[in-house]
């Protein structure tokens, strides 16, 4: 997978399209990440103990990696990501500027 925990990214399709945020989380098996401020859903959570409350709780739900684009750190557009060798490492490099990643 191309995005990894830390990148800043943009939000390109759903109810959060044009939103950025930060990746907090990413699950490479099922291709979906979980940004920073977008996404919101809220959660119910039962009284567990005598006398406390029920509550709800908004959280982050993942979404697919498909609905977001990478934000280019240099240039502050949205860009495609490409690899290259450099002194023996794989790097990622912005496919619009061209600098690593």
């Known amino acids: 997978m191309k ?3 830390g990148d800043q990214v943009e939000i390109t399709a ?3 399209s044009g939103k950025r945020g930060e990746v907090l989380y990413v699950f490479p098996k099922s291709e979906k990440i979980v940004v920073k401020g977008a996404n919101i859903v809220k ?3 039962k009284a567990t103990r005598d ?3 029920g ?3 908004e959280k982050e739900a993942p979404f697919h990696v498909s609905n977001v684009m990478l934000v280019c750190p240099h240039s502050g557009k949205l860009t495609r990501i ?3 060798i450099e002194g023996g490492e794989k790097v990622r490099i912005s496919k619009k500027s061209g600098k690593a990643i």
């Open 43 to 45: 959660r119910h959570i």
């Open 14 to 16: 759903g109810k959060d």
């Open 3 to 5: 995005i990894k925990k």
């Open 55 to 57: 509550q709800r709780v």
């Open 51 to 53: 006398g406390e409350k």
């Open 82 to 84: 490409g690899y290259t």
